[in-house]
Nanobody, 122 residues
Framework: QAQLVESGGGLVQAGGSLRLSCAAS????????MGWFRQAPGKEREFVAA????????YYADSVKGRFTISRDNAKNTVYLQMNSLKPEDTAVYYC???????????????WGKGTLVTVSS
């Protein structure tokens, strides 16, 4: 059974950093585009970042460009989101997701994790 499990969330002060990890199992996720999405309290879920199957292409929301970096290690079936210069508005539940399409073109994702909470205090 396909499974995505996020970790690394927590409480951090504004200006700090966190690294989220997403461990994938049950399928050949190394062939899939992977992404991170987030949902803040009272808001809809939004796109944060995505990476193509070999990691050659990355995509970011304007709100995180220059502060967040997505990467993947296919040998470990793991995707990462390095978050620097965090702001209170980055507070959200962060979800890992996978698409069976090898590159990200804004398509809907096929698999989702349960999320990890990131709280940024001011």
């Amino acid at each position: 059974q396909a499974q995505l499990v996020e970790s690394g969330g927590g409480l951090v002060q504004a200006g700090g950093s966190l690294r989220l990890s997403c461990a994938a199992s049950g399928r050949t996720f190394s062939n899939y585009a992977m992404g991170w999405f987030r949902q803040a309290p009272g808001k809809e879920r939004e796109f944060v970042a995505a990476i193509s199957w070999r990691g050659r292409s990355t995509y970011y929301a304007d709100s995180v460009k220059g502060r967040f970096t997505i990467s993947r290690d296919n040998a470990k079936n793991t995707v990462y989101l390095q978050m620097n210069s965090l702001k209170p508005e980055d507070t959200a539940v962060y979800y890992c997701a996978a698409s069976t399409i090898s590159d990200y073109r804004g398509q809907g994702m096929d698999y989702w994790g349960k999320g990890t909470l990131v709280t940024v205090s001011s």
